[in-house]
């Protein structure tokens, strides 16, 4: 499938660890919960790049790079946080989880980029997958006195469909970049937190440890994954094969024994993993095209 698009999907497969690390944190609020765990997430990449330091000379960031990416990460969680706060779980989420549709959709109009019949209808069965994940099967109610809310989690796919997309533009900026911008997201989480909530910290070495892991992965080294997958990767087939993250997430949950088994589960899990399949017709069948680069 390409090393770059692996990679980017390992991203994915970071993120479905969220929701249980998330409840394994305890009674955090969400924006000092991000403010902790980016702090984490950009040790990681000073980790990184003390164990693999950049070569070479390294040009000068362009100043949209830096918006791109500061408003991708921190926007995102802001406006998710926001959503929760104004909206039921449920829709809030689904709406927020349209971003991998956006993205399969967007790259039609990236340079290089030609959007297939299967990449539409792949995301397409995925977004049914995650349609049956979310909702537990219970259907959805969609309520106009939480249209603030549901706005909030429209804004949550456009930012981070865009941030994905417009990453993909600059792919001689190194993923090293980064690093600030789990940094600049830490800071500006931290001002929210001391604005609009009130400090509970992690209560015992296991929710510590759990902030720790989300900091690692989730929150950490999966956005340094999916820099290089947007970046170098298939989009089209990254951006349907993501709708597997509430399918993953749910999977971990069930062998946590946090959630239980079902039909429904089979259901969706058909459903994502064969929009996936189809989003990736064209890798299995032919070399990749000239925008998976090679690594």
Not at 11 to 17: K, P, T
Not at 194 to 213: H, R, S, Y
Not at 270 to 295: C, D, N
Request: aromatic share 10%.
């Amino acid at each position: 499938m390409g090393r770059a698009t692996l990679i980017g999907f390992s991203a994915v497969a970071m993120w479905a660890l969220l929701a249980l690390l998330t409840d394994a944190s305890g009674q955090v609020p969400p924006f000092l919960l991000s403010a902790i765990t980016f702090a984490i997430g950009t040790c990681v990449g000073l980790g990184a790049r003390m164990v693999m330091p950049v070569s070479g000379k390294v040009e000068k960031i362009p100043p949209q790079v830096w918006v791109i990416g500061i408003v991708g990460l921190f926007g995102y969680h802001f406006f998710y946080f926001t959503a929760l706060r104004n909206a039921p779980a449920v829709e809030a989420s689904l709406i927020a989880y349209l971003w991998p549709l956006l993205i399969v959709l967007g790259s039609a109009l990236m340079p290089g980029e030609r959007l297939a019949w299967n990449h539409v209808v792949g995301a397409l069965l995925g977004l049914a997958g995650t349609v049956l994940i979310v909702t537990k099967g219970g259907g959805l109610a969609f309520d106009a006195r939480y249209a603030f809310g549901y706005a909030m989690a429209g804004v949550c796919a456009l930012l981070w469909s865009a941030y994905s997309l417009l990453s993909r533009r600059f792919p001689s900026v190194p993923t090293s970049i980064v690093t600030w911008f789990c940094a600049a997201t830490s800071a500006l989480s931290l001002i929210c937190h001391l604005l609009l909530e009130k400090t509970v910290l992690p209560d015992g070495a296991g929710q510590w440890l759990a902030v720790l892991g989300l900091g690692l992965m989730p929150v950490g080294a999966a956005f340094y994954a999916w820099d290089i997958g947007v970046k170098r990767g298939n989009i089209q087939v990254l951006g349907a094969a993501s709708y597997a993250a509430p399918l993953l997430s749910t999977l971990v949950l069930i062998a946590a024994g946090v959630a239980e088994p079902s039909l429904r589960i089979l259901a969706a899990c058909l459903l994502i993993t064969g929009g996936a399949a189809l989003a990736a017709k064209s890798l299995f069948m032919r070399k990749p095209a000239t925008g998976e680069a090679s690594a």
